[in-house]
């Protein structure tokens, strides 16, 4: 599943008033996460021992983790759970934003065109991910990807299981690379470096571009560009393909459709239309054609319809969400028309 130019895991060394009691004593004893007094934390000592981890370097490392109720505040009002399009849009489709990013390619253009002769993903789609990620590099996190990681593993109501595979991915890519893992910091996600992949992404998607045998996420531009490209490149991305369709509709979205599912392209043209949905004339889709049908919300209580082609559903993998993948989409656009004038 790998593509070439994966070389060894090894990282580079980089080197509260909204807190409740019960958060701030676990994070002043340092013992909220002490595998000796905490039967699920000490389970997982257990496995990463199974991995080659030393008994004594895991248990000390999460003792150093530190419970942040901020984390889970955040995960509960992440953006794409309660804004709607024109409001999520306007976050990111900024013009500093915009011409950030065509910048951002002027200066490593080499590493664009060659991630894209590689991979086949285009250079605009490949900015606009670490524009909306980190405004190209320049915002990746404040958080210690050690307490984020911990207390979301433990902690979150119902994803507790999904984060406790990435905490124990982190531990051991920061092991075999003789990183002390509470030195690093990224998102109240755990996602890290310029195109703020988790650790699972990390060990399975990020390439060392630049043939200097770091895969070095943190503060390589051109590895960044490289593992994005692959990220899509494995997950199906369809060279030279588009990402979507404009559409007319008339009033509320059907019940009858389920719009904006992050889901390979499930509905038919044919379905839409008796919905009401129909497709542009210059989009050249037969009527049996699937696509992913997006009712996006605006102010005035309108809605703007498009069609997700496979492409877009490439995009989701990054983020589950159609708000976030129209925003990589619109990005990309501007960047592309930027790069024009």
């Known amino acids: ?43 997982l000592v257990d496995e990463l021992v199974e991995q080659g981890v030393e008994r004594e370097w895991a248990s000390n490392a999460l003792r150093d983790a ?48 060659r991630a894209e002769a590689e991979y086949g993903v285009p250079a605009p789609v490949i900015a606009a991910i670490i524009g909306v990620e980190t405004d190209y590099g320049r915002v990746t996190g404040s958080h210690r990807v050690l307490d984020s990681l911990a207390t979301l593993a433990f902690h979150h109501p119902s994803r507790g299981d999904f984060f406790r595979g990435e905490l124990a991915a982190f531990l051991e ?50 590895d960044a560009i490289g593992s994005v490209a692959n990220y899509f490149a494995e997950h199906g991305w369809r060279p030279e393909g588009r990402l979507y ?39 050249r ?14 102010a005035d209580g309108e809605y703007r319809y498009r069609l997700g082609l496979y492409n877009f559903y490439v995009i989701t993998r990054y983020n589950h969400s159609h708000l976030y993948a129209m925003a990589v989409t619109e990005l990309a656009e501007a960047i592309a028309r930027e790069e024009s004038i």
Not at 251 to 279: C, D, H, K, W
């Open 173 to 222: 890519i920061t092991h075999q690379a003789g990183v002390a893992p509470g030195s690093l910091k990224g998102s109240y996600a755990g996602a890290m470096g310029y195109p703020q992949f988790i650790p699972t992404s990390y060990r399975a998607y990020a390439v060392d571009f630049d043939d200097d045998g770091v895969r070095d996420l943190w503060r390589n531009p051109v």
């Open 66 to 113: 530190d419970y942040r109720q901020k984390v889970l505040d955040a995960m509960a009002g992440a953006a794409e759970r309660h804004l709607r399009w024109d409001e999520y849009r306007a976050i990111f489709l900024k013009p500093d934003r915009i011409r950030g990013g065509a910048a951002f390619i002027a200066q490593h253009r080499d590493a664009f065109e």
């Open 285 to 298: 889709l037969t009527a049996d054609a699937e696509v992913i049908p997006l009712a996006l919300d605006l």
């Open 1 to 43: 599943m790998i593509a070439g130019r994966m070389t060894r895991t090894l990282l580079p060394l980089i080197a509260g008033l909204g807190l409740c009691l019960q958060a701030a004593n676990a994070a002043d004893t340092h013992d909220d996460f002490d595998p000796t007094t905490h039967p699920e934390v000490a389970a």
């Open 245 to 283: 369709v404009e559409a007319s509709g008339t009033g509320m979205p059907s019940e009858a459709i389920a719009f904006n599912q992050t889901r390979p392209p499930y509905v038919r043209l044919s379905s839409l239309a008796e919905a009401g949905v129909v497709a542009d004339e210059q989009a």
